[in-house]
């Protein structure tokens, strides 16, 4: 069964000191039906990723068909962290597609700006796995360490690596200051990126999508429309970055595109379009990648020729992206789809619009990389036949994982997979506080702590201590060298001797 | 397309200190994944209400995959109050129905023990429209009216009242004694019943579910089995209780059902046997009412005759009910789906099992009452033929309410639709706090405190007064009548003197 898009809303994304989260998702639902053409709405789906710490509105389904004055309708919330959006809209795929309703309103909504940043951060850090968190381990430290593990792998300077996300991020902002819907409507220079603080090295403020309020809808419905959703793919993977073999790409998102494309018959090279999950401007590149938009390995290479500009071959988030327009976490995936249906009917400002736009798809992340959508959305005009995906990567999507190393069998010695610098570490750790993920010699991933914050380079030696529960790493010196050889002949000594004890 | 259960799992409800919420949740899965005889699961579909406060795990859906060593496959959280639990289901329902996926697992959770009492009630209260939660209104002392506004209605002295809710709480302990999941696995007397203190009036400990950890999990599948889904109804209410005409049952509940039964085509008088969501004794009344079950206004007599117990007619709450088998929010809509699933199956305790279970239905309340659900089970062997049903109640299903007052325009008198005396007021209320819905002459419904804490009738007249964000009232006694002639005499004097002004 087809499922077409009715009607689209959305609130201008920023800040909303005044409203509840409830009242701002209607007034973008408000827009969506009276948009929409079809039959009256039968049942509300309903995202937001922790309404509950962020506003202390519990019950937001009901509390959100009371708003609009639908008490009766059935309604549920759906929730994924901050792939949220997408996936509220794919239950409703769903709930329309097995023929339950014939038409559903979907919204997806965020208020977090009226908190303090440490607080914002501190209940986006949730979503990590505990063992990360505690080690002092943030979003954006996370997704530092996933950027450092991209550069490396493909042979980046960090003189590279600076100016490909300046140039992501300079374009987010460029395509945000022509939607009237998004928080940053300014342009920035490549010298307000390089002046911008460096949050948690490589990343600066600028590569980080900000804090924001803002609401999207849509009505997905049985009747035929002008646009339809063809495609929904969706993926997970480990909870802990650490327990991924590969650090510089994300699974969860090679298989949730791997679904979207073989549900609508589709293949990278048919998408006209796409929005990506940019929470980080690294996550563009690596996730263009994924999807099989761009070549793997050679993303970068293909954001310095201006392949993903709004005139680009493949325009990516015309909209500006998370980066400039914002990032309301439960909100994000649902504005995605909004901007390619607003795209697909042609009904973005001519500056923004892109050109021939008729099949758009989305990217959306979840957690730490850890629970991702894909949702390919196309105009009824769009071209039938069908070009099957043959993957650009050889890989095959699956998901490896390291064991869960028991720590008394972790070697002392490891290879460093990367690293960050983290100048704004959560409360009660020191700043700046590096953190290392670190393949050990005995075939466990570690994420450890330096014992004193200097530079490492990707792809060094480092030797590593336990103490209070974390594992320090240190660079692998000389004075090691002589510490680890004496250790282990000391421990042959204490077997020698105790063998010559026991006989 | 049909959809089927496959295995169910659950782990003993109660206490369960030394686990996180996802490695209990995942305890529940391995049973089910295990009891299953279909393919390997699909997609994952998560339920939990409020994980991120009771236990600080965000990105519950990912981490449940990732602990079930499923990462890679499709995981959605869905959340619907304390209706979660059945939520889920549906939700994962629709995903299976709609052919996108073959076999999807469905497993819900909470864990709430390791927080004090008044934490646990903090965070519940988060589900309250918020000028009823701040006018002190918790969830209990909600029931409480609802219970006085139905025994009020039907006409129910306190004592019959009390004797009918100590009759369910005695038979859902019976039950609950049988039922080796059971949080409550002892019977109660009258005595204790009646001993037991009372914590909003008339509501007693024993009326009130317990706090509890627990989890369910079941796979549905495609593939023909032995117990199918038939119907699932979902309704939603206005958040706040004051805002609906009639307290003494819940709309979203007949919503739910109707369309329930509608999908099913089936009626109350096929259903074998039922799980209600008796958070609260009378909820279970009120319950079988909305459904069908049992006569509208006469469902306290049933009760009193015997027509719910295990050999009675209708057997309602066979697992003891959320009231013993306990109420771990997120978890029980699903517990009570296991329990019918094994019911049907004929894997229950001889002593527990209901005769001829050929069908069974499940109840779910989300909130107070504001976001409900009811699924149908049934045997692949249940008696083919529809029965058409006719609702026996005559009040057609539609949610009407009250216009939000301004509070100016709220008239000084009214008539007192129920009230309760909270003992346990949440913080910073003094105890006890008296609270009454009241329909004023205006046409307006208030919830308001009383000035000072005595005791009222429900039905009475009573005098209103605003003051800090609030209103009280009174009796209405010879003071009132004597200040209100003035003081409309006074207003009077006033508008007279200010027309002479004028002219």
Request: include cysteine.
């Amino acid at each position: 069964m087809e499922v077409y898009v009715d009607g689209v809303g959305m609130v201008p994304f920023g800040k909303h000191p005044q409203t509840s989260l409830a009242s701002l998702m209607a007034q973008a639902a408000r827009t969506a039906l009276e948009a929409s053409k079809g039959p009256d709405v039968e049942a509300l789906f309903v995202g937001a990723m922790n309404s509950e710490e962020f506003t202390g509105e519990g019950n937001l389904a009901a509390a959100l068909a009371d708003e609009l004055e639908l008490a009766g309708v059935p309604s549920t919330r759906v929730e994924t962290a901050s792939s949220t959006g997408a996936a509220v809209l794919e239950a409703a795929f769903y709930a329309v597609a097995s023929g339950a309703y014939s038409s559903v309103l979907v919204v997806a909504g965020e208020k977090m700006t009226h908190l303090p940043t440490p607080r914002v951060t501190r209940i986006l850090a949730e979503v990590i796995e505990p063992y990360e968190r505690n080690a002092g381990a943030s979003m954006v430290a996370l997704a530092a360490m996933v950027t450092q593990a991209y550069a490396h792998k493909w042979g980046l300077s960090h003189r590279r690596l600076e100016r490909v996300l300046c140039r992501v991020a300079v374009k987010n902002h460029r395509n945000g200051a022509l939607n009237p819907y998004a928080q940053f409507r300014k342009e920035i220079t490549d010298e307000q990126y390089y002046n911008s603080r460096i949050i948690s090295y490589p990343l600066r403020l600028y590569d980080c999508a900000p804090i924001t309020d803002g609401a999207a809808a849509l009505v997905l419905t049985r009747e035929k429309g002008d646009v339809k959703i063809t495609g929904v793919g969706h993926g997970t993977d480990t909870l802990a970055v650490r327990h991924r073999i590969h650090l510089h790409s994300f699974a969860a998102c090679r298989k949730a595109a791997e679904r979207a494309y073989s549900m609508a018959r589709r293949g990278p090279k048919d998408i006209d379009f796409a929005e990506i999950h940019d929470a980080f401007t690294c996550f563009e590149i690596i996730g263009a990648e994924d999807l099989g938009l761009l070549e793997e390995g050679k993303g970068w290479r293909a954001v310095e020729k201006g392949k993903t500009d709004l005139e680009g071959e493949i325009p990516i988030n015309a909209s500006g992206g998370l980066k400039a327009r914002g990032h309301p976490v439960g909100a994000s995936g649902l504005a995605q789809a909004v901007e390619i249906v607003w795209q697909l009917r042609g009904e973005v400002d001519p500056a923004r619009q892109v050109k021939g736009a008729r099949i758009g798809l989305l990217h959306s992340i979840g957690g730490m990389a850890n629970n991702n959508l894909v949702v390919i959305l196309e105009r009824e005009d769009a071209p039938a036949h069908a070009i099957k995906w043959e993957p650009s990567h050889s890989r095959p999507v699956e998901i490896e994982r390291h064991h869960r190393p028991d720590p008394s069998r972790v070697s002392r010695e490891g290879v460093l997979d990367s690293y960050t610098i983290l100048y704004v570490p959560p409360e009660g750790f020191p700043s700046p506080l590096v953190l290392g993920m670190i393949t050990t010699y005995s075939g466990h991933r570690i994420l450890a702590r330096a014992a004193t914050p200097t530079t490492f380079k990707v792809g060094e030696r480092v030797a590593i201590e336990k103490g209070d529960g974390t594992f320090y790493f240190m660079r692998y010196g000389w004075a090691q060298r002589v510490v680890f050889r004496l250790s282990r002949k000391a421990r042959g000594w204490k077997l020698a001797l105790r063998r010559k004890l026991r006989v």
